[in-house]
Every structure is written in C-alpha cells, then in structure tokens.
C-alpha cells in the first residue's frame, strides 16, 4: 500500500511538474499511409507529412492476443504505468513525456493504445474520453488491466516485457506485431551516402535504408524513437551515431568513398571493434557518411565519385575540409543526430571540426583498433567523434576509448599507451609564434579571451616559442629534422594504402575489365598509377616506424613531457583552421585576400601544424570559441565563419586534457554550439 501511494504521489508530481505544457489536444490525427515496402520487408509510411521506417520483418515483440479475421496495421503508442487507475491525467502526463523529450512520437500514433499496469489497473471514463478524442480505433489491454470504453478492446495474452513509446501494430491471427518505429529525416546537406538501421535479425546486420526523397534528391536517414531507451542505463542508450564509411558495419557496404571498392568488396559481415564497442554502448548507428576518397585529403572541387557535402554555418557554401567532411558538417547540421565517427590520419578529424565549428579530435596515437577499418597509415590513423556538446563529448569518449582496444606497440611502433583520468593539469600554455596569431585580426582577440580563462582557472603561464626553431635545436640529427620526421609519415600513409587498398583494386579490376585501371578521384590516381615499390614497402615502412619512434621520444623528453604534477606539462594551442577566414567548396572564391585556403604552411614553418600530432604521436583537440564576420561573395550579405583553437598534450594525457576542457564547460567558457548558420 505505502508503495502504491508513493508511486501515485510521483505520477501526481509529474502531472503537477508538466501541466503546464500538457499536450494540447489536435485537431486531426494524421491517417496512417502505406508508402512502400522496402527490399527487406520492412514498411514505409506517412503520417501526415513525415515518413517513417518500422521493422516489420523483425517485429521488437509478438504478443498473442484474442485477435480474428482481417490483418490490420495501425501506428500505436505503448505505455506502461505503476497506477491502479488509469485517468485522463495520467496519459496525459505520458503522452507529454513522450512529447518532450522525443522527436518520434507524435499524436498520430494514438490510433490504437497498448497500456499495461505493473498492479491491478482500471481505465476510468475519463482516460476513455480522452482517447476517445483522438478518435483512437483499438486499445490493447495488459493482463492486469480493465477498461469501460466503447472503442474496440483487445486482451493481451501475456504482457512480455518490452520498451514503451511509439510501434506499428500488425495483426495476425491471434497474435499481434510490434515494429520499431524509425523517424525518417531528410540528409538536406548530403553529408550521408545512406542511411541504415539495426535488423533485429538476432544476428545484428544493419540494412541499408536507401531512400530516397524525390522532391530535394535527399537521402532519407532513419533515427528510432528515444523512449524506447528509457531505463537503459548504457552510457550511449538510443544516442544516434553517423559512421565515416571507412568502417565496417556488418550487413553494410564499406566503400571508402569508392565505387570501384564496393564493386570488388563484399558486404561487411562483422563489425569493426570499434563501433561493435558504441552498438555495446547502447549507440545507435543511424548511416554511413561520406568521406574525401579512401580518406584522403582532397579538395572539395576534387571529388568526383561523390557529391560533396555542404556545411550548414555561413553562407552554405563553405567547406567541410577533406577526409571525415560528411561527419563534421552533418554535427553541426542535425539536431536530430549526436554523434559522428570519423578518422584522422593527418587532419581529417580536426580540419572538418574546424570549419563545422564542431568538437572533434584526434586522439593520442594508438587509442583504438581499427581492426576492419580501411586503412591510409596503420601507424599514424586513429579515430575520432564529433559532437556539438562538450559534456556528450567526453561522455562518449570515456566510454569508447577502453583499454582492451588501444593498440598494441606492434601496430604503432611505440611504446604502450597509458591514459591516465586525472586532473594532474598542464601548468604551461605554448603559444607557438611560427604558427600564431591566428590570421583574421578580428579572430584573435576571441583566442586571446580564452587564453585568459585558462590562465585564470588553471593558473597557467603563457609561454611564446617557435616550435620550428626549438625543435630543430634538439642534439638528436634524426629527431630534430623535420624533414626526415615527414618522409617517415608519408612512407607510413604511403605504403599502408597501397597495400592494403590501391594494389588490390588496381589488380582486381584489371583482371575484371580486360586490363583497365579503376576509375578513381585524382587524390590518388598519380600516386597510384605510377607506385614505387623501392622507395615505399615494408622494410622501408618498419624503418620509418622506428624513425618515428624517435621523434615521439625526443618530443615526449624535450617538449611535451610529463612531470609529478602534471601528465603532460604543457598544453600548446594553435589553430588547424583558417585562422577566422572563410574557405569555400569552389576554388576561385578561396584566391581572395579575405578568403583562405586550407592546410596553407606558414612562413617560417616546416610542417603545417596539422602535422604536429602526426608526427610526434600527441593528442590534438579542435575546440569552437567562437565566431567571426565576413562579407558572403555567395549569398552577398554577412555571415559568421566559426573560430575554433587546437590544445595539444603529450600522448597519453586524452583524458586529462577532456577534464581540463569539462571544468571550461562549467566555467561557462565552453559551450554547446548549435546547428545551422551559426554555432553560438
Ligand atoms: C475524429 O474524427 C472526426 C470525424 O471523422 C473528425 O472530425 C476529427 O477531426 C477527428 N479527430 C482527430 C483528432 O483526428
Ligand atoms: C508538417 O505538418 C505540420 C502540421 O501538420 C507543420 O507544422 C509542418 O510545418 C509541416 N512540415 C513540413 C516540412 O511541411
Ligand atoms: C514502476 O516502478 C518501478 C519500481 O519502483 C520502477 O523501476 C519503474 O520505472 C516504474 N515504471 C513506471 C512506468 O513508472
Ligand atoms: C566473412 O566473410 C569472409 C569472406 O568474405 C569469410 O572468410 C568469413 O568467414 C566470414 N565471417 C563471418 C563471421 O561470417
Ligand atoms: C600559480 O602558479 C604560480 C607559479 O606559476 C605559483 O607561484 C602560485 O602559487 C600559483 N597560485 C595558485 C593559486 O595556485
Ligand atoms: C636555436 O639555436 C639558435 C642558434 O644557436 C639560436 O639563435 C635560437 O635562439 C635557438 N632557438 C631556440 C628556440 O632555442
Ligand atoms: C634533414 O634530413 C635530410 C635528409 O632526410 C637532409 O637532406 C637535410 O639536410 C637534413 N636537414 C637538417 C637541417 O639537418
Ligand atoms: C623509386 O624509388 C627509388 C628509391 O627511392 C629511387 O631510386 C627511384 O628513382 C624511384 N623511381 C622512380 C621512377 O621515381
Ligand atoms: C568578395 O569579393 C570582393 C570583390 O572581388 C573581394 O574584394 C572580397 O575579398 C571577397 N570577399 C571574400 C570573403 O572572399
Ligand atoms: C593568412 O592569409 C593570407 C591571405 O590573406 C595567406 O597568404 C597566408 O598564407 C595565411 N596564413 C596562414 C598561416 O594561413
Ligand atoms: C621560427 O624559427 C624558424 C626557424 O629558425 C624561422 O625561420 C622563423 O622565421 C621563426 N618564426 C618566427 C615567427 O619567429
């Protein structure tokens, strides 16, 4: 009993805390409407002027039920309660749950109710007649469960215990089916090859969705309803993730970007540790996005196999930056989507968080497998996420970089990776003068702003030095040469991708197409066409690696180093963008002076700073701070181009530096950015 009075007192609570905004009764339910069946059974359909996916041919649940005759579907809502009498008060406190905090359900699910009652429950007139005008046709009764109403009533056999929220009812004969719904929303900035969505086979394969929707040419990509994950507990339960389409998803094409590697690869039938890792989480993985050719580091006007994506922030025609383009300009496009997986290999992650104005990073060398991931450089790839939210950022990284999937030192050449989760905080800002101040006058007073933050909340001393000149005094004539240190990167991307990805297509589809090499983006066809295998195979691949090794160790001593208070002592910052300049998609528009390419090297430097990590195995964060003006020769009228700054740390200092960037948070210095045209 005194349980029983509990639960009534939160349900009173909840109606009390919400009735303010307590779901207004519509006009007009939308009518369930049959689109189309697609190619693995699975149904499309309208309410209104939404589409939605439901997983027909692997319904969640199967409940008997005292069901005879015709089959019937019909969008329903399932809600589960702990009250003995179900009044119009208590749906109406669920219905406006469901309301807030999800962007699947609507009203138009109310065609039929599935309620069930965890006690002896009766559904009074009044909840009747609140149904009754939304015109609800059918309402599913659990075991425990009694209702007076005059609308058609079926009796639950058994109540199995499934999530509530919005279903596609099927009725078989004595039986009735419960699809999972999927919002359908449209890629209006093209940043997805397709969408995909969870099978529910049992054997967890991801179908491609592969709709599109006519009108605007836009891919249709499925997102399930929220409510489904409430009370699941995973740290990413029902959070909607893109994938770069480097990597495999089991069921999925894995194309790289490349029609002709899809053409001679098969369907992945296992899923790379690495998302196996987020779908364990509770993630959801909504599509695989589009990314410059087999990652490289193409141009936007290069692309020729894929359309390039748009980025939502300016004027709509600035650049997504190269590799994981699609990721970065779809985060900071979406609100219907939390998180995008991309890879950084020498700036893909942190240039497309750049011009997005987007959080996103790479990490310390050897965070995560990348086992079934397409490669560039085994030993200088590693894998990001994108995320408009500094919170859910870290929320996501903490869990999905594990120790059981950092990489071996067999597969980075160093040595083996420690992630400390401490607040042992740098004490140091280096504040290289080779590479800063940022290029837009206007934009350095914003970093200026946050430099002074972070002195005053971490007590933290600036410190102005030319990385150039201090790295080239080091005594170590391997070490110190730049020079030397990028030809070691660039065997390592080199070799890796020829080997692994260019041979083995070049081969196959000479021997499929009668001796014709593979239509490929420029990015790479020179390289490929005319490979040299003496200067870039294996043993000049294990040499490089230990090269490296080398760099990594006279950094780590002499730079970025650890000491008894703190992981890494410094934190340098500079900026992998355009310094507060627009860069655009069309080439021309770049050649002015109030525009900038990207990955321009400074002068006086002999890497671009994109470089830096790459190189010396560091962890490299792209962090917004805001934005600036310019004068859009596109949409002739003024617009915001996004400032963001890069904290670098020693390898191994990831989570110090996310504990560091979660206090800026709370200080309010950092901030969640928006979507569309501008971030803040
Ligand atoms: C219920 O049906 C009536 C009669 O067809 C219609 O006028 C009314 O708009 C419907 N209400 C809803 C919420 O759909
Ligand atoms: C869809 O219909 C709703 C009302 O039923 C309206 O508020 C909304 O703007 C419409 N959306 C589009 C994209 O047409
Ligand atoms: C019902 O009560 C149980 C136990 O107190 C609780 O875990 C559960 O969330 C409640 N369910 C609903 C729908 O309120
Ligand atoms: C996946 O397919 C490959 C061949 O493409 C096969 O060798 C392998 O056994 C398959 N793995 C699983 C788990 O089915
Ligand atoms: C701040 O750092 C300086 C050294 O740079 C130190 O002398 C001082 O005690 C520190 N202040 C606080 C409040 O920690
Ligand atoms: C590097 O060495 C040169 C020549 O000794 C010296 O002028 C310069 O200041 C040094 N740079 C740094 C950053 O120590
Ligand atoms: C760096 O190494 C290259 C060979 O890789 C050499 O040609 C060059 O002179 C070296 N530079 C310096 C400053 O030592
Ligand atoms: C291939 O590389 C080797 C070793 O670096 C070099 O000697 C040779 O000239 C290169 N061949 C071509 C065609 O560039
Ligand atoms: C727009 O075009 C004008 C005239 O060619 C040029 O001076 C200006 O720099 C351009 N603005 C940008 C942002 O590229
Ligand atoms: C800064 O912008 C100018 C063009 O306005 C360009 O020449 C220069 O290379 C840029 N510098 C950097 C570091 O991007
Ligand atoms: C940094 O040092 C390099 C190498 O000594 C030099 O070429 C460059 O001009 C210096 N840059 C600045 C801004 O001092």
């Not at 002076?593 to 195995?617: E, H, Q, R």
Request: proline fraction near 7%; glycine fraction near 8%.
């Amino acid at each position: 009993m005194a349980g029983q009075l509990l639960v009534s007192g939160f349900l009173t609570a909840l109606v009390a805390s919400i009735s303010v905004s307590a779901a207004p009764i519509i006009a007009k339910r939308n009518p369930y409407s049959f689109v189309l069946e697609n190619p693995f059974g699975d149904k499309i359909f309208e309410l209104g002027n939404v589409s939605y996916l439901a997983n027909t041919k692997h319904p969640k649940v199967v409940v008997g039920c005292e069901i005879k005759g015709t089959t019937t579907t019909l969008p329903i809502t399932v809600v589960k309660t702990n009250v003995s009498a179900i009044t119009k008060e208590v749906l109406e406190a669920v219905i406006a749950s469901y309301l807030k905090v999800d962007d699947v359900f609507t009203f138009d699910f109310l065609d039929g109710l599935y309620i069930s009652s965890t006690v002896p429950a009766s559904m009074d007139a009044s909840a009747a007649n609140y149904l009754s005008s939304f015109n609800t046709s059918f309402i599913f009764l659990g075991e425990s469960v009694s209702a007076d109403v005059s609308f058609s009533k079926i009796s639950i056999k058994s109540s199995p215990d499934f999530p509530a929220g919005p279903y596609l009812a099927t009725f078989g004969s004595g039986s009735v089916s419960l699809a999972t719904i999927y919002r359908l929303y449209p890629d209006t900035y093209r940043t997805f090859l397709f969408g995909a969505y969870d099978s529910n086979d049992g054997a967890d394969n991801h179908h491609p969705l592969g709709t599109f929707l006519p009108k605007m040419w836009d891919n249709m990509i499925p997102v399930p309803s929220r409510i489904y994950y409430w009370g699941d507990d995973r740290p990413l339960a029902g959070e909607r993730v893109a994938i770069k389409d480097l990597y495999d998803v089991k069921g999925l094409q894995t194309s790289a970007g490349s029609q002709a590697w899809a053409y001679i690869t098969p369907t992945a039938n296992v899923s790379a540790p690495s998302i196996q890792q987020i779908l364990d989480l509770g993630g959801v993985v909504v599509g695989k996005q589009k990314l410059a050719q087999f990652a490289s580091g193409a141009n936007p006007w290069e692309w020729q196999d894929e359309h390039y994506p748009f980025n939502p922030r300016g004027d709509g025609w600035l650049t997504c930056s190269a590799s994981s383009s699609g990721g970065g300009c779809s985060i900071a496009a979406y609100d219907w989507l939390e998180y995008a997986i991309g890879s950084d290999t020498g700036s893909s992650m942190r240039r497309p968080a750049a011009v997005s104005g987007t959080y996103g990073q790479r990490p310390s060398q050897g965070m995560i497998s990348l086992d079934r991931v397409i490669p560039l450089g085994a030993a200088t790839d590693t894998a990001g996420v994108f995320s408009r939210d500094p919170y859910k950022w870290i929320k996501f990284v903490k869990a999905w970089y594990t120790p059981s999937l950092y990489q071996p030192p067999s597969i980075t050449g160093l040595s083996p990776l420690e992630v400390p989760d401490t607040d042992a905080f740098p004490k140091t800002i280096l504040y290289p003068v080779d590479y800063l101040p940022l290029n837009n006058s206007a934009a350095e007073p914003i970093l200026q702003e946050f430099i002074a933050s972070l002195t005053r909340i971490f007590n933290m001393t600036v410190k102005e030095f030319n990385f150039t000149s201090t790295v080239g005094n080091w005594t170590d004539p391997v070490a110190r040469n730049l020079t030397t240190l990028s030809a070691a990167t660039n065997v390592i991307n080199s070799w890796t991708a020829w080997n692994v990805v260019g041979k083995p297509l070049i081969t196959a589809w000479n021997a499929l197409f009668d001796g014709r090499f593979p239509p490929i983006d420029p990015a790479r066809r020179p390289g490929w066409i005319s490979f040299n295998e003496s200067r870039y195979n294996q043993i000049t691949y294990d040499t490089a690696l230990v090269t490296k090794k080398r760099g990594v160790d006279w950094y780590e001593e002499n730079l970025q180093y650890s000491t008894p208070e703190s992981c890494s002592e410094s934190v340098m910052l500079y900026d992998i963008g355009t310094g507060g300049l627009p860069s655009f998609r069309e080439q021309a528009l770049n050649d002015s002076p109030d525009a900038s390419y990207l990955a321009v090297l400074p002068t006086g430097a002999k890497i671009t700073g994109a470089n830096i990590c790459p190189i010396f195995g560091c962890a490299d964060f792209t962090i917004p701070i805001g934005q600036v003006k310019y004068f859009s020769n596109v949409t002739f009228h003024e617009e915001m181009v996004p400032v963001t700054i890069n904290m670098v740390v020693k390898r191994g200092c990831d989570f110090v530096l996310y504990n560091m960037i979660e206090k800026l948070a709370d200080e309010g210095v950092l901030k969640t950015v928006k979507t569309g045209r501008t971030a803040f």
